[in-house]
C-alpha cells in the first residue's frame, strides 16, 4: 500500500534509513558514533580505530586494530597509471573535483562488485582509507609541477598525510591535532554526502563509484566547501572592528553567514568546541592567528543576533583556522573532510548493503498534460 505524505523539501525531519552508526541530538549538542559520545573518542581514539569502529561496529581489538593500520600503511601507494592521469588534470582544477575524479578511477583498476564476499568490502575499505590522503597530497605538489611524495611507511596515518602534504615530517602535536580533526569529521547521521552516497550504493555499484558521487556532493558551499568559505570570509573581513558592519549587511540582504547554523543543531555543534579547543592549542604552540579574533568576535555577535533562530556555529567554523595552522592552502580543507568522511561513507554503505532496497522515491509533476507539440518553424 502507498500512503501519500507531504513533500517536504529537503527532505528535512523524512527519515530515509534505519541506522545504528551515528546519532545526533541537535538540541542537546550530542553526537555519538556507534553510541561512544565524540568528546571521548577525540580524547581517547585514532581516526583509524574510530573508522573501523564506524563500519565494523565495535572498537578493534589490539590484534585487529594493529592489522588494520598495516593494510593500511601497505596500501597507501598509488599506481603509476593514476598520477599520469592526475598530472592532466588542469592545475587551476578545484582539488574536490581532482578527487572525485581519482575516486571514480580507482574503480578502473580494483572494482570487482563482489558485494557479498567480505574480503572484498574490507579489501575496498582499506584501498579507499589508504589511497584518498594519497591522492589529496599528490594534487596539491602536481599542480605546481612538483613530484608526489611517497608515503612514509615510519609514520602513522595522520603524520604520513601531513608529511606528503607539506613535504617534511610533522610535529607531534601538529599530527595528533589533524589526527582529531580527522575523528571529528568521521561521521555525521544523514547529511547530503552520506544519503548520496547510499543513494549510490543501493543500485550495487562499485565503493569507487559510491565515493566519487559522496566526494561531488560534500563540495558543495552549503556542505562541506562551508570551511573554505569561511577563511575566505575572515579574510574579506580582515579586522575585529568591521565584523558588527559585516555581519549587520549579512542580515539586512539575507546573505547566510559560513560556518553558522545547522539542519539539526539548535545548539553549538560539540566538534566546533573540540575544534575552537584544538585551534587554541596550535596558537599557543605555534604563534597566534589574528583571525581567531575575528572569529570570536563573530561568533559573539551572532549568537546576540540569531542564538533565537537556533544558529550558533557549526563544524566548519573553527576546523579552517585550524588548518591554516598547520599549513594547509584552503582548497584543500573539503578534501580533507572527504579523507576523513570516507569512513562514514563506507560505513553506511556496508550498512546499506545488509538490507538493500534501491532508493526510488517519488515526485509530484506540477507540468502540463497533451501538450500539442509545436514545429519548430511555428515556435
Ligand atoms: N546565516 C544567516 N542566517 C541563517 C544561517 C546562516 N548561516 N543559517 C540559517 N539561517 C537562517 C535562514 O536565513 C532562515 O531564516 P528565516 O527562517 O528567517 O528565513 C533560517 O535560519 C533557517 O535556515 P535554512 O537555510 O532554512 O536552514 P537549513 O536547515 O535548510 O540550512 C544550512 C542549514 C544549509 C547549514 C544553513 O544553516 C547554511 O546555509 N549555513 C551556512 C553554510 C554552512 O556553514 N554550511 C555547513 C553546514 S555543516 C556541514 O555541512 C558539514
Same mark, same amino acid.
Given at each position: 500500500?502507498?500512503? +501519500?505524505?507531504?513533500?517536504?523539501?529537503?527532505?528535512?525531519?523524512?527519515?530515509?534509513?534505519?541506522?545504528?552508526?551515528?546519532?545526533?541530538?541537535?538540541?542537546?549538542?550530542?553526537?555519538?558514533?556507534?553510541?561512544?559520545?565524540?568528546?571521548?573518542?577525540?580524547?581517547?581514539?585514532?581516526?583509524?580505530?574510530?573508522?573501523?569502529?564506524?563500519?565494523?561496529?565495535?572498537?578493534p581489538?589490539?590484534?585487529?586494530?594493529?592489522?588494520?593500520?598495516?593494510?593500511?600503511?601497505?596500501h597507501?601507494?598509488?599506481?603509476?597509471?593514476?598520477?599520469?592521469?592526475?598530472?592532466?588534470?588542469?592545475?587551476?582544477g578545484?582539488p574536490?573535483?581532482?578527487?572525485?575524479?581519482?575516486?571514480?578511477?580507482?574503480?578502473?583498476?580494483?572494482?570487482?562488485?563482489?558485494?557479498?564476499?567480505?574480503? &572484498?568490502?574490507?579489501?575496498?575499505?582499506?584501498?579507499?582509507?589508504?589511497?584518498?590522503?594519497?591522492?589529496?597530497?599528490?594534487?596539491?605538489?602536481?599542480?605546481?609541477?612538483?613530484?608526489?611524495?611517497?608515503?612514509?611507511?615510519?609514520? /602513522?596515518?595522520?603524520?604520513?598525510?601531513?608529511?606528503?602534504?607539506?613535504?617534511?615530517?610533522?610535529? %607531534?602535536? #601538529?599530527?595528533?591535532?589533524?589526527?582529531?580533526?580527522?575523528?571529528? @569529521?568521521a561521521?555525521?547521521?544523514?547529511?547530503?554526502?552520506?544519503?548520496?552516497a547510499?543513494?549510490?550504493?543501493?543500485?550495487?555499484?562499485?565503493?569507487?563509484?559510491?565515493?566519487?558521487?559522496?566526494?561531488?556532493?560534500?563540495?558543495? %558551499?552549503?556542505?562541506?566547501? #562551508?570551511?573554505?568559505?569561511?577563511?575566505?570570509?575572515?579574510?574579506e573581513?580582515?579586522? +575585529?572592528?568591521? +565584523?558588527?558592519?559585516?555581519?549587520?549587511?549579512?542580515?539586512? &540582504?539575507?546573505?547566510?553567514?559560513?560556518?553558522?547554523?545547522?539542519?539539526?543543531?539548535?545548539?553549538?555543534?560539540?566538534?566546533?568546541?573540540?575544534?575552537?579547543?584544538?585551534?587554541?592549542?596550535?596558537?599557543?604552540?605555534?604563534?597566534h /592567528?589574528?583571525?581567531?579574533?575575528?572569529?570570536?568576535?563573530?561568533?559573539?555577535?551572532?549568537?546576540?543576533?540569531?542564538?533565537?533562530?537556533?544558529?550558533?556555529?557549526?563544524?566548519?567554523?573553527?576546523?579552517?583556522?585550524v588548518?591554516?595552522?598547520?599549513?594547509?592552502p584552503?582548497?584543500?580543507f573539503?578534501?580533507?573532510?572527504a579523507?576523513?568522511?570516507?569512513?562514514?561513507?563506507?560505513?553506511?554503505?556496508?550498512?546499506?548493503?545488509?538490507?538493500?532496497?534501491?532508493?526510488?522515491?517519488?515526485?509530484?509533476?506540477?507540468?502540463? @498534460?497533451?501538450?500539442?507539440?509545436?514545429?519548430?518553424?511555428?515556435?
Amino acid at each position: 500500500m502507498t500512503t +501519500v505524505c507531504e513533500y517536504k523539501p529537503g527532505l528535512e525531519g523524512i527519515p530515509v534509513a534505519q541506522s545504528s552508526i551515528s546519532y545526533v541530538d541537535g538540541q542537546k549538542g550530542i553526537l555519538e558514533y556507534r553510541g561512544i559520545r565524540i568528546e571521548e573518542l577525540a580524547a581517547k581514539s585514532t581516526f583509524l580505530e574510530t573508522a573501523y569502529l564506524l563500519i565494523w561496529g565495535e572498537l578493534p581489538t589490539k590484534e585487529e586494530l594493529n592489522k588494520f593500520e598495516n593494510d593500511i600503511r601497505y596500501h597507501r601507494r598509488i599506481k603509476y597509471r593514476i598520477r599520469d592521469m592526475m598530472k592532466c588534470f588542469p592545475e587551476t582544477g578545484h582539488p574536490m573535483d581532482a578527487l572525485q575524479a581519482s575516486a571514480a578511477a580507482l574503480g578502473l583498476f580494483y572494482s570487482k562488485r563482489a558485494l557479498d564476499n567480505p574480503d &572484498y568490502i574490507r579489501e575496498a575499505v582499506v584501498r579507499l582509507l589508504a589511497k584518498i590522503p594519497t591522492m589529496v597530497a599528490a594534487f596539491k605538489l602536481m599542480r605546481k609541477g612538483n613530484d608526489p611524495v611517497q608515503p612514509n611507511d615510519e609514520l /602513522d596515518y595522520a603524520a604520513n598525510f601531513l608529511y606528503m602534504l607539506n613535504e617534511r615530517k610533522p610535529d %607531534p602535536l #601538529a599530527a595528533k591535532v589533524f589526527d582529531i580533526c580527522l575523528t571529528l @569529521h568521521a561521521e555525521h547521521t544523514m547529511n547530503a554526502s552520506t544519503f548520496s552516497a547510499m543513494v549510490t550504493a543501493s543500485t550495487l555499484t562499485d565503493p569507487y563509484a559510491v565515493v566519487a558521487s559522496a566526494v561531488g556532493t560534500l563540495a558543495g %558551499p552549503l556542505h562541506g566547501g #562551508a570551511n573554505e568559505e569561511v577563511i575566505d570570509m575572515l579574510e574579506e573581513i580582515g579586522s +575585529v572592528e568591521k +565584523v558588527r558592519p559585516y555581519l549587520d549587511d549579512c542580515l539586512q &540582504y539575507k546573505k547566510k553567514i559560513m560556518g553558522f547554523g545547522h539542519r539539526v543543531y539548535k545548539v553549538k555543534d560539540p566538534r566546533a568546541t573540540i575544534l575552537q579547543n584544538l585551534a587554541e592549542q596550535m596558537f599557543d604552540k605555534f604563534g597566534h /592567528d589574528k583571525y581567531y579574533d575575528i572569529a570570536l568576535e563573530m561568533e559573539r555577535i551572532v549568537e546576540e543576533k540569531l542564538a533565537h533562530k537556533g544558529i550558533y556555529a557549526n563544524v566548519d567554523f573553527y576546523s579552517g583556522l585550524v588548518y591554516r595552522k598547520l599549513g594547509i592552502p584552503s582548497d584543500l580543507f573539503t578534501p580533507i573532510f572527504a579523507i576523513a568522511r570516507v569512513a562514514g561513507w563506507l560505513a553506511h554503505w556496508k550498512e546499506q548493503l545488509g538490507e538493500n532496497r534501491i532508493f526510488r522515491p517519488t515526485q509530484i509533476y506540477t507540468g502540463f @498534460h497533451d501538450e500539442p507539440y509545436i514545429p519548430i518553424a511555428e515556435r
